[in-house]
C-alpha cells in the first residue's frame, strides 16, 4: 500500500532494552521525521533526515539512535530503553521545499517498564 | 523563546453548532502556519497551510485566520459532525525543518 507506515504499532519493552520502531514510505520523498507526542504537550521533533545517509538532531534526540541507508525507510533506536521514554512515536516525511506539507505515520505507542 | 498556545485545551460542542479553536505564537522567524487534525490513535492530517501574506484560508467547513501582526490565528469549524471530534493542532514554521506544535484543543462533538 502506498503512503507511511510504522511498526509496530504497540510495543511494551523493559527498561535498559534495545528497541526499534520501524518507518517506511513509498513517495520516495527526500525528508522524514520522527517526533514523539506526550499527553499535555506538542510534538516535538526527535532526529531528522534530508536524504539517505544525511541526520540531523532535532529538539529532543538524546537517548535515541537514527540511520537511514534507504531513501523509504528511517528506523529509530532506543539504544537503552527508560520509563521516560514512554510516549507515543510518529514518523513523518515530505518531498523538498519548506512549504510542503509533512505526511504523519500512524503512530507507535511505547510502554517502557 | 518560540511557544505555540492553544486554547481552549479542550471544548464540548452539540452536532450542528459552530465553533471556533484560538492559536498564539510567539514564533520567530515566522515562515506559515499549518492546523492539523488528529483523531484518536492516529497521525495528524494537514487542514491549511497559510503564509505571512494569507489571512483565511478554507478547506471546506474549516476555516482559518490568520493575523500576522498580532501573531494569532483560529480555526472555525462549520456545522460540526460527530467525524469533527477530534483534536486540533496548531503548527508554526519558523523555517527550515523548524515545525513548534501547539499542545493542541481536544473537541468533542455530542448528537
Known amino acids: 500500500d502506498a503512503g507511511i507506515t510504522q511498526s509496530p504499532r504497540y510495543k511494551i519493552t523493559e527498561t535498559g532494552r534495545q528497541v526499534t520502531l520501524m518507518c517506511h514510505q513509498t513517495?520516495?520523498?527526500?525528508?522524514m521525521f520522527w517526533y514523539r507526542q506526550d499527553l499535555g504537550h506538542g510534538l516535538r521533533l526527535i532526529y531528522y533526515?534530508?536524504?539517505?545517509?544525511?541526520?540531523d538532531k532535532g529538539e529532543v534526540p538524546d537517548g535515541y539512535v537514527v540511520s537511514r541507508s534507504k531513501t523509504e525507510n528511517f528506523p529509530l533506536t532506543l539504544e537503552s530503553a527508560t520509563r521516560s521514554q514512554t510516549s507515543v512515536y510518529f514518523c513523518?516525511?515530505?518531498?523538498?521545499?519548506?512549504?510542503?506539507?509533512?505526511?504523519f505515520g500512524p503512530g507507535t505507542r511505547l510502554t517502557v517498564t | 523563546k518560540n511557544q505555540v498556545e492553544q486554547s481552549p485545551q479542550s471544548l464540548i460542542i452539540l452536532e450542528g453548532k459552530n465553533c471556533t479553536l484560538q492559536c498564539n505564537y510567539t514564533v520567530s522567524p515566522f515562515s506559515n502556519l499549518r492546523w492539523y487534525k488528529q483523531d484518536t490513535g492516529r497521525g495528524p492530517v494537514s487542514l491549511t497551510i497559510m503564509t505571512f501574506s494569507e489571512n483565511t484560508k478554507s478547506n471546506g467547513r474549516y476555516t482559518a485566520t490568520l493575523d500576522a501582526d498580532t501573531k494569532q490565528s483560529s480555526l472555525h469549524i462549520t456545522a460540526s459532525q460527530l467525524s469533527d471530534s477530534a483534536s486540533y493542532i496548531c503548527v508554526v514554521s519558523g523555517g527550515y525543518n523548524k515545525l513548534i506544535f501547539g499542545a493542541g484543543t481536544r473537541l468533542a462533538v455530542h448528537p
Open positions: 513517495w520516495s520523498h527526500s525528508y
Open positions: 513523518a516525511s515530505r518531498p523538498t521545499g519548506t512549504a510542503y506539507e509533512q505526511y
Open positions: 533526515s534530508a536524504a539517505a545517509d544525511i541526520t
